[in-house]
């Protein structure tokens, strides 16, 4: 992986292919190589940049409180720092989508589109707010093996947790390998996160909306509602797939990326 040091941490990302830039943004708490099988296939037709957030996978440590408007900062400098300055393409999952939110609010102008995959664009109940400030204590106390019992069921698909038991063993690693401070660090961001629903009906460019089928974090009628509020927005649901719906039908997902891609570069009517 490469590194840029940004905002005074290292971001770590993976740089690959030529072309327009697509940049991935994982959720929470995972790092780019959830996008392992985009990067592969999407980097035969642009630039893919897969970059692992402030506090997770290979990027510098960070603490505290880490807000989704710090991480949209992180990738804005990124891409700064590597002399990109056209419009990109920002595909964000989940914690990543709160993230390409936020880099919306901030930097439109330098967006071409998005793609919002199995995220939301409402902010957290009170309750749900406090949950994840316990969570984040529970935690520092006990490391993020916490997190699993209570995660796992709800990132998968039912075929997935029955079908593809190395791809939930994968995952389960994944959040293990996570950094105590930064999960903790990221649960208050996005606890304090703002509402993004008064946004959708400003933003400019094509937004692909993509959820899985059974998706228990982010359900498709809830997706739905704010893919029509965005005035380019499609939603597409990918069946047998739950919140990682990328990671569990890369094939199905890859091709409606590719579709949305290709789509971006045919000349305006
Ligand atoms: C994620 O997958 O990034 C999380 O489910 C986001 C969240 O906790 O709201």
Not at 4 to 21: H, K, N, T
Not at 53 to 67: E, H, K, M, N, W
Not at 221 to 240: C, F, K, N, S, Y
Not at 262 to 269: I, S
Request: net charge negative; hydrophobic share 45%.
């Amino acid at each position: 992986m490469e590194k840029r040091s940004v905002g005074g941490v290292d971001l770590a990302f993976v740089d690959r292919g030529r072309g327009p830039v697509l940049l991935l943004v994982h959720g929470f708490p995972l790092d780019h190589s959830m996008w392992a099988a985009q990067i592969e296939d999407l980097s035969q037709l642009c630039r893919v940049i897969a970059v692992d957030l402030r506090g997770f996978g290979q990027s510098g440590p960070c603490a505290g409180t880490l807000t989704t408007e710090q991480m949209a900062d992180d990738l804005a400098a990124l891409l700064d720092a590597l002399a990109i300055a056209r419009p990109i393409t920002l595909a964000g999952l989940s914690m990543g989508g709160y993230v390409a939110m936020a880099f919306c609010r901030e930097y439109a102008a330098r967006l071409r589109a998005l793609v919002l995959c199995d995220t939301r664009a409402g902010c957290d109940s009170p309750e749900a707010a406090q949950n994840r400030r316990e969570t984040a204590q529970r935690i520092l106390a006990e490391g993020p093996r916490v997190l699993l019992e209570g995660m796992i069921p709800k990132l998968f698909a039912p075929a997935t947790l029955r079908d593809k038991p190395q791809l939930v063993t994968m995952v389960e690693q994944m959040i293990l390998r996570a950094d105590p401070p930064a999960m903790a660090a990221a649960l208050l961001g996005m606890a304090e996160r703002p509402d993004s629903t008064p946004l959708l009906s400003q933003i400019r460019c094509p937004v692909l909306v993509l959820v899985g089928e059974h998706d228990a974090i982010s359900p498709p009628a809830e997706m739905r509602v704010m893919a029509e509020a965005i005035p380019a927005g499609q939603l597409v649901e990918i069946p047998e797939a739950g919140h990682l719906c990328p990671m569990e039908q890369p094939e199905a997902a890859g091709a409606v990326l590719k579709r949305f891609l290709a789509a971006l570069t045919e000349p305006r009517p």
